[in-house]
């Protein structure tokens, strides 16, 4: 933590003034409903959420199978599994924070099924399911819409967190996550949202201005294994999250957002503790946060502000979206 060296806080400039209302429909996007995509497919006129194989994928059936022997130590094998697009909404110009909690919750519901039934198959080991928003974070098309990347490994901060929680598990018989809720819960400094069965916080150990961590209370390895009641809590307080980042600065603010879950490798995870990370890049108003010399060179975040003030700036911001952006 080094917030000393942050000039002076941030005192209320906003960007961009009222935001304009973007169209429901737009006619060359590729994810629109009845629009053509570049693999010549065309998308279902569907009316809440879309979910496709995605048409320029990472891993799947079509990975080259004859590869080249590797050289020396070297290994590799075919990049198998399923990557897909979840559309949110047909509406162009909504966000995520945009629809309402009950078409979150549906939202949510989707990736429950995917994450079941991706999950489920032999060669997917994982199941990684985000959201980058933002030119910033390299987004070309802004209709609201996730991807989802089923791999044969498991990417490495979930495989991390998964061996912490197993350690501190081995070491304290308690579940990782359940210690932060409780330290957050009891410091409640940087908690931004508590409904129900569901929790909002910017972490103790936050490495980005803004970050902040959404989770059910009860200790679930993945979302799959919320209950409804318990989707719908998770499903008002990440609405909440979202408009108060939209809300902060006055512009559709940007992020990278994950949902760890357990691997689905076919060891138990039982001290895993499912919840959604956001990251968002932005420390100020046009200023990221450069990863550099420490983040990059040494693999080490140096975090240029306090994730208390961070906070209190967040539970400030208004949690109702301004009618423009709503679902007028
Ligand atoms: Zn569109
Ligand atoms: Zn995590």
Redo the contacts with the bound molecule.
Sequence with gaps: MAAHRQNRPWVGETLGGPRPQAPDYVADCSFCPGNARVSGAVNERYERTFVFDNDLPCVGEAAPRDLAEPPGFYRSRPADGVARVVCYSPRHGLSLGGLSVDEIDGLLAVWQAQYRELGARPEVSHVLVFENRGEVVGVSNPHPHCQIYATNFVFK??ET?ARVAERHRAETGRVLFQDILEAERRDGRRLLSLHGGAVAFVPYFARYAYEV?VAPLRTCASLAGLRDDERRDFATVLKDVLVRFDNLWGIPFPYVM?L?QAPTDGAAHAGFHF?I?FNPPLRKPNLLKYLAGPEVGGGSFLADTAPEDKAAELRAASGTLPAASGRG
Excluded: D
Aim: no cysteine; aromatic share 12%.
């Design positions: 901060t979930i967190e961590y994950a760890h919840h990370e």
